[in-house]
């Protein structure tokens, strides 16, 4: 009989914990989203956050939601998803699983599904009703990329020793 402890996270926690962390990163004053992609092994092969591009300053470049589209956020951040598909410098993704903090626009899905990520777990789907959402929904669909939401346990983290 086993005496090692039982009450430790299970790999939906420790993954999704780890794009809470990486939103962390993010500049964005207003959204904050952090994606984690993970071998089916479990082990983790890439992580991203939105923000701008690499060489662009966040101090120089519009963080702002409205008014003039060149004065605005949405031309120039990059998401979380794609920044972690970027950032990945090995082989391929195929078979992949991502954890993201907020369900995949239309242009995320695009590269999740060229990409050959088979799985999203996703915490917030607040987008849900959207044109960029639905479609990317049809999209995961049509190219059978299961998704399902993460189901919090409302644990709490602490990193007492």
Sequence with gaps: ???????????????MGVAKMSAMRSKDPSTQVGACIVSEDNKILSMGYNGLP??????????????DP????????AHSELNAILNYRGGSLEGAKMYVTLFPCNECAKAIIQA?????VFEVD??????AVIASKRMLDAAGVRYYKYNATGRKVSFGL
């Design 1 to 15: 009989m086993s005496d090692k402890r039982k009450d430790y996270i299970s790999w939906d926690e420790y993954f």
């Design 54 to 67: 690499i060489g662009c300053s966040d101090d120089e470049f519009p963080w702002t939601r409205e008014g």
């Design 70 to 77: 060149l004065e605005n956020k949405y031309v120039y951040t």
């Design 116 to 120: 050959g990520l088979k799985t999203i």
């Design 126 to 131: 607040k987008y849900a009703d959207t044109p």
